[in-house]
């Protein structure tokens, strides 16, 4: 069976993209984010993942407001860039795990999680920059499953959804039949809020309790209603969905214990709180 090794929770903002075009990475603006990578990077090449099962939230490029789905699984052999422009001009696309994108589909269907499947899917920054920060000299050495969960047009799943599908995704991978190595990723947040009268919105005690719980105590924001979570994170702080799903799925199996390798805080980026942080599966 597939062997699930941990999780990576990162925030996404299409000016990293620019920022790694330009080579600001040692800027002093830039710096205090793209330091908290390199522990990461190393963690990975130790433990070398095959796949990575990316939870992430389309901004309306694939899925627009007509369109909506609440959970969507990509079933395709590769991802292609569509960003909304300010980010690195060319992105490599994305290879799919199409086998397991179809264990995962069925998987979540027999537990009665009813997703749309996706045999064509452009992905955003969401998707794409996490994997450029994780592996920048390209030509990554992984495949992925991208999930995208809904966090722009209400209404949105509750936490407590979230956190169940993203536990049942875990199963699927544990009981996928492959001898590969498989990572999740969450894609979103912290908070921000990016218009509106509290744009600029940020919760740094919120954030760092967000995090610590991430270790502590998994379920804890499973508490809040998508409102309260809106309320204390801002309207795009509920990409915080994002690292809940994908802290949900490292509960799948019989140890559920997790060490964290490395985490990072730093206010702002952008309009964004950034969050960074990578636990390990005690198996
Ligand atoms: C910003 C943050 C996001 O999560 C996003 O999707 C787009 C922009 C920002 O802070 O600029
Ligand atoms: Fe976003």
């Known amino acids: 069976m597939a062997q699930l090794i941990g999780c990576i929770g990162t925030s996404h903002i299409p000016a990293i993209g620019g920022a790694i075009h330009k080579g600001l990475q040692q800027d ?22 095959d796949v990575i099962v990316i939870f992430y939230n389309d901004h309306g490029l694939n899925f627009f407001l007509d369109n909506m789905p609440t959970f969507a699984v990509g079933a395709a052999p590769e991802y ?4 909304e422009g300010w980010g690195i001009p060319s992105l490599e696309p994305l290879k799919g795990e199409v086998d397991l994108s179809w264990h995962i589909i069925n998987t979540l269907i027999d537990k009665e999680f009813d997703i749309v499947s996706c045999q064509e899917m452009l992905v955003d920054h969401a998707c794409s920059l996490p994997l450029k920060l994780l592996y920048p ?6 495949t992925v499953v991208p999930i995208c969960i809904n966090t722009v047009q209400f209404p949105l799943p509750k936490a407590s959804r979230v956190y169940a599908m993203g536990k049942a995704v875990g199963e699927a991978i544990a009981s996928w039949d492959s001898s590969k190595t498989v990572a999740v990723l969450g894609s979103g947040g912290l908070s921000h809020q990016l218009d509106g009268e509290r744009a600029g919105h940020i919760n740094k005690a919120f954030d760092l309790q967000f995090m610590e719980s991430l ?26 969905l994002m690292w809940l799903a994908m802290r949900a799925a490292l509960t799948a199996g019989t140890s559920p214990g997790v060490r964290k390798v490395h985490s990072n805080y730093h206010i702002p980026i952008s309009n964004t709180a950034t969050g960074l942080l990578a636990l390990e599966k005690m198996d």
């Not at 292609?80 to 960003?83: A, F, K, Q, V």
């Open 137 to 142: 000299e390209g030509n990554y050495p992984v």
């Open 28 to 49: 002093p603006y830039w710096k205090p984010f793209f330091d908290g990578f390199p522990p990461i990077r190393q963690w990975l090449g130790e433990k070398k993942p």
């Open 215 to 240: 270790l502590s105590n998994p379920e804890w924001a499973t508490q809040f209603s998508i409102h309260e979570l809106v309320e204390k994170t801002g309207t795009q702080g509920v990409e915080l």
């Open 80 to 83: 292609l860039n569509s960003d």
